[in-house]
């Protein structure tokens, strides 16, 4: 077993069972986005979250001991890279990426958004013209060594 199998395990019961991301994220007391981030295999989950999901999604008992086990994140990124949404969220930053960076800089210097001090909201806002996706990104602010 590894943590794909897992994870693919994760996503099987979730589906038979009914389970919502918000409901994993109430049990292992979390944000929605950070308990599906890990339930999807790219983070490390402490003994007893590990144990939490075992038995919500009746995972065998080896998987307790995968799911604390450091991921290798992002390596799912060729099966993932045709995926329209995907698709759609590196266009995003493609076309804003150099618009953030000079921005970031302009506000707090030379330096980047921190990618593991970081958290993220995804909210549905209703709209006349049709519902909103909002994605809310916040790292921590990181100087590069002399500025």
Known sequence: MNRTTVTEQIIESKIRK????????????????????????QMTLSAEQAEKIAALFDLPGDAVTILQTPPLRGQNEAAIAADPLVYRLREI???YGPTIKELIHEEFGD????????????????????????????????PYPGS
């Open 18 to 41: 009914g389970i919502k991301w918000s409901d994993v994220a109430a049990e292992l007391g979390t944000r929605k986005e950070w308990a599906t981030t890990a339930c999807l295999g």
């Open 93 to 95: 930053v493609a076309v």
């Open 111 to 142: 330096g980047i958004m921190s990618a593991i001090d970081f958290r993220m909201a995804l909210n549905r806002r209703e709209d006349p013209a049709g519902d909103r996706v909002e994605l809310v990104l916040s790292g921590k602010y990181l």
